[in-house]
Every structure is written in C-alpha cells, then in structure tokens.
C-alpha cells in the first residue's frame, strides 16, 4: 500500500514561497497520476492541482492559477507544489493523493474521492 508523506509546510507571511513535496515509502508512485488537496477549518477539502504520471497534463484550481505550480520527479518519486506569493486564504492543511488508476479525463483529477492514496497532510499558514 502506498503511504504518502508530505513536507515543507510551515508559518510564512503574505507574499512568501513555500514548496511542498510528497514521497512514498512504500510502492512507487512514478506511474500514478496525483493531486494536491487542501482543507481549511471548517470546511470541505477542495482541489489544488494535479498532474498525469507523464507530466503532460497539469491542473489547477481558480484559487491558484498563476501563483501555484505542481510538478514531479519521477526519478525520485516524489511530487511537489511550489507555492508563490502565498495569501492568508491559502492557509489549510495541505494532502497529496494518489490514483491506482489513470485518469480517463481531466474532470477526474478535480474529485477527491477518485484517489486511492493520501498523506496525513502538512500544515500551511500565511499570516496576513
């Protein structure tokens, strides 16, 4: 079973970078298409960003168009969120996600009930 495990969160201001990783230390996500999810207090987890196992699609929310990029190394198994000019509403819980099977189409990517692997999630809070 793949266990995932995020990184790289912390307490940033307004304006700040922060870049998130995601490993796995069990079976190799080379080949999984990913996300990133995010969940604030008191509400519902929502899409960040995803991408296809060969990088050639990439997704993202409105919320981060522009300011968030994902990408991934292969190589090293291990996906990653680099995350400019970060706002306080940007502050939730972080989460990356993996799929046991490709995504047929681009509106998979954007449900979190379509992924079969998470992390514990990583804290990220932008004070304003």
């Known amino acids: 079973q793949a266990q995932l495990e995020e990184s790289g969160g912390g307490l940033v201001q307004a304006g700040d970078s922060l870049r998130l990783s995601c490993g796995n230390s069990g079976r190799t996500i080379s080949s999984a298409d990913m996300g990133w999810f995010r969940q604030a207090p008191g509400k519902e987890r929502e899409f960040v960003a995803g991408?296809?196992?060969?990088?050639?699609?990439?997704y993202y929310a409105d919320s981060v168009k522009g300011r968030f990029t994902i990408s991934r190394d292969n190589a090293k198994n291990a996906v990653y969120l680099q995350m400019n000019s970060l706002k306080a509403e940007d502050t939730a819980v972080y989460y990356c996600a993996a799929a046991a099977a490709s995504f047929m189409s681009e509106s998979y990517y954007y449900r979190a009930d379509e992924y079969d692997y998470w992390g514990q999630g990583t804290q990220v809070t932008v004070s304003s």
């Open positions: 991408i296809s196992w060969s990088s050639s699609r990439r």
